[in-house]
């Protein structure tokens, strides 16, 4: 059941409109001051970042996507491959299907082709309350050799979806454990509809290590499961929720004010350069994508590692052309401007 709707799940992302109708990233109310005097040389513009001690070429991260198909393990290596050429991060779909069927571990398997890339594992917080431990967590990460594991949360997903786990009671107390005793940082995602300061303000205390905001404005994921939904009520429920959430911008804003010292993930919905460097001028230390990058890795490698390149060039030229050299200079600029 688990491996079919993770192949529905890339079927649907690439062949139906699963976007939200209406609402967007925020993102297009920013303009950076254009400066005609960057004195700079576009060539000394640094797009390097650190991140749980890791030095990455550029500020991007391939998002969370797949994993526990055999279309799933190409998509994964592929991407693996491009990150680790171009010096990237890269996050996998959620775990759950591996440690239930040992057998589709290797469609997860991307330390190989990426062998020092940051690589993100990644289970659902919800499994918590689902008899997942402690011991889940370290076998999503020993399966990776990650650096790191994402818990995601899905509320609005689990709620819409006709096998949803969707007791979500009590979680903040399991999380906090799990920061506690994993070995390595917890990163605290959504899934598309972003975290208010509230959430960031008690995952931060939780001890989670930096936050992926993913706000709304890229896919929407109650309309991916609409598409999946067995019954016409269901799809109607589903339909309903396609215009929800936090948007991507909001979401980078909310983290920001409420944990400060968090490293922040901006994603949802980014598709240029120039998302990028406006969520970093936000506050954000990374810029992640999903559909771009699927899409891509679908095609081939050297689609993947032409959408990486295109992305750097663009962050670049946003920076040249505002005079900003290095990416700390750009971190909460007074040069990105609210329209």
Not at 303 to 322: H, K, Y
Request: proline share 4%; aromatic share 6%; charged share 20%.
């Amino acid at each position: 059941m688990h491996e079919q709707r993770k192949a529905d799940h890339i079927r649907i992302n690439l062949e139906e409109d699963v976007g939200f109708q209406h609402l967007t990233t925020g993102l297009e109310h920013y303009r950076f001051v254009h400066n005609a005097l960057p004195e700079l040389n576009l060539t000394e513009v640094d797009t390097r970042v650190t991140l749980f001690g890791k030095l990455l070429d550029a500020p991007i991260l391939i998002a969370s996507m797949t994993g526990g198909t055999d279309r799933a393990a190409l998509i994964n290596h592929r991407l693996a491959e491009a990150a680790a050429a171009r010096g990237i991060a890269m996050g996998v779909g959620s775990e759950r299907v591996a440690l239930e069927d040992p057998a589709l571990i290797e469609t997860f398997d991307v330390r190989s082709a990426a062998p020092q890339a940051l690589i993100f594992a990644n289970l659902g917080a919800v499994q918590l309350n689902y008899g997942y431990g402690l011991e889940h967590c370290r076998r999503a990460v020993d399966i990776l050799q990650a650096d790191a594991l994402i818990l995601h949360f899905n509320p609005l997903q689990e709620a819409v979806q006709p096998e949803g786990d969707t007791n979500f009671a009590g979680l903040y107390a399991k999380v906090e454990r799990i920061c506690r005793l994993l070995p390595v940082p917890v990163i605290a995602k959504e899934v598309g509809w972003g975290f208010s300061e509230e959430n960031a303000r008690r995952l931060a205390a939780c001890g989670i290590a930096a936050i992926d905001v993913a706000g709304s404005g890229g896919t929407s994921w109650s309309q991916v499961e609409m598409h999946r939904a067995p019954t016409a009520a269901m799809r109607r429920v589903a339909a309903t929720f396609r215009e929800w959430g936090t948007p991507t911008a909001e979401a980078i804003l909310n983290v920001r004010r409420a944990a400060p010292h968090l490293p922040v993930i901006a994603g949802g919905g980014l598709r240029t350069g120039l998302d990028i460097a406006k969520s970093i001028a936000l506050g954000a230390t990374l810029g992640s994508m999903a559909g771009p990058f699927l899409r891509a890795a679908v095609e081939s490698t050297a689609a993947v590692l032409s959408v990486i390149d295109i992305l750097q060039r663009e962050l670049q030229i946003a920076m040249f052309a505002t005079g900003l050299a290095t990416l700390d200079a750009l971190r909460g600029t007074s040069k990105l401007k609210q329209i």
